[in-house]
Nanobody, 124 residues
């Protein structure tokens, strides 16, 4: 059974930081490109960050560039999202996802496996 389990969410103040973790079981992430998406209340789920198999190439949504950093540890089957300089508009449910095939890493429908999501709230 494939499981992606997010952790590390919660409440942060504007300007603060949070680090999300995604622990994967049931698959070896060496074979997968990994991504983070988020969904704010009343809005569609959007791409946040993605990383290719080796970790060399990384991609970010325009709204998080320069503030968020995605990383992966294939040996530990683990993906992280470091979120700095948080803004209230970063509030939402964050999802970790795995993509095995070629295709746009920013497109949600290309992903094969998803975590259950974790809440991030940025508020003073």
């Amino acid at each position: 059974q494939v499981q992606l389990v997010e952790s590390g969410g919660g409440l942060a103040q504007p300007g603060g930081s949070l680090r999300l973790s995604c622990t994967v079981s049931g698959i070896t992430i060496n074979n997968f490109r990994m991504g983070w998406f988020r969904q704010a209340p009343g809005k569609e789920r959007e791409f946040v960050a993605g990383v290719e198999w080796s970790g060399t190439y990384k991609y970010y949504g325009d709204s998080v560039k320069g503030r968020f950093t995605i990383s992966r540890d294939n040996a530990k089957n683990f993906v992280a999202l470091q979120m700095d300089s948080l803004k209230p508009e970063d509030t939402g449910v964050y999802y970790c996802a795995a993509l095995a095939a070629d295709g746009d890493i920013k497109t949600m429908s290309n992903y094969w496996y998803w975590g259950q999501g974790i809440q991030v709230t940025v508020s003073s």
